[in-house]
């Protein structure tokens, strides 16, 4: 007989079942007999690429929210560098070193908090996305202090710090990728607590971490105080 014909014979029923995450390809005889069976995973699918803000008026209201709520951030932080920088002039005018007063100090904590939850990108120094040291970068220019661009860079900035010692906003300074031959490769800010707040990766994003116990209280290196206090 001729194997083709006898393959139509034998293998009669052929089904695909969905599911969320895949498809169950199988193929049985007239009993139910499973002749062969296999997971289809999709790597491009509607709908679970689908964007929540494509079916959900409460997704684009909370994003549209989000998006206010930035850009009057944007402004004040605007406004309140240009107060700072006056400040700088007219105390370094009088022979005198400036400080952050005690609401800035507490307003850049919390404008840093905004973001988390946030996006990370790779090279990324924007709200759009951040890396770790864009991230610190940016919340510390809007404050008129201004730091280098890399975590390594940042890290020769400042006054060294005892981790007993920290107090809120403070650098902390992490070895996290030894390949780079580098010292220091990731940077975040104390924000009290036993507890730091970083551009952590592109999986994690902007997240609170302690540095008491866990991945990261291995691989601190150091810590530096770029803000001091209002004298």
């Known amino acids: 007989m001729d194997e083709g014909i006898m393959f139509k014979k034998v293998i009669i029923i052929t089904t695909v079942l969905s599911f969320a995450y895949g498809n169950l390809f199988t193929i049985t005889d007239k009993k139910g007999k499973v002749f062969h069976s296999k997971q289809i995973a999709h790597t491009q699918n509607a709908y679970l690429n689908q964007k929540a803000t494509e079916y959900s008026l409460?997704?684009?209201?909370?994003?549209?929210?989000?998006?206010?709520?930035?850009?009057?951030?944007?402004?004040?932080?605007?406004?309140?560098?240009?107060?700072?920088?006056?400040?700088?002039?007219?105390?370094?005018?009088?022979?005198?070193?400036?400080?952050?007063?005690?609401?800035?100090?507490?307003?850049?904590?919390?404008?840093?908090?905004?973001?988390?939850?946030?996006?990370?990108?790779?090279?990324g120094t924007t709200p759009q996305g951040f890396d770790c040291s864009g991230y610190v970068q940016?919340?510390?220019?809007?404050?008129?202090?201004?730091?280098?661009?890399?975590?390594?860079a940042q890290s020769k900035k400042g006054t060294p710090v005892e981790k007993n010692n920290l107090q809120k906003g403070d650098l902390l300074f992490f070895l996290t990728d030894k390949s780079r031959g580098i010292p220091v490769t990731h940077v975040g800010i104390y924000i009290g607590g036993g507890k730091f707040i970083h551009a952590a990766s592109k999986k994690k994003g902007i997240i609170i971490s302690p540095i008491d116990h866990g991945y990261y209280a291995k691989k601190l290196v150091t810590a530096k105080r770029v803000l001091q206090k209002e004298s």
Do not use: C
């Not at 700088?88 to 908090?113: F, V």
């Not at 940016?138 to 390594?152: D, E, F, S, V």
């Open 58 to 123: 409460q997704a684009i209201y909370n994003e549209l929210h989000r998006a206010e709520n930035l850009a009057r951030m944007a402004e004040a932080a605007r406004q309140r560098a240009k107060r700072i920088a006056k400040a700088k002039a007219a105390a370094k005018k009088a022979g005198k070193i400036y400080h952050l007063s005690k609401a800035d100090r507490k307003q850049l904590l919390k404008d840093a908090k905004v973001f988390k939850g946030g996006k990370y990108v790779w090279g």
């Open 138 to 152: 940016y919340l510390y220019n809007k404050h008129n202090i201004h730091l280098p661009r890399t975590a390594w």
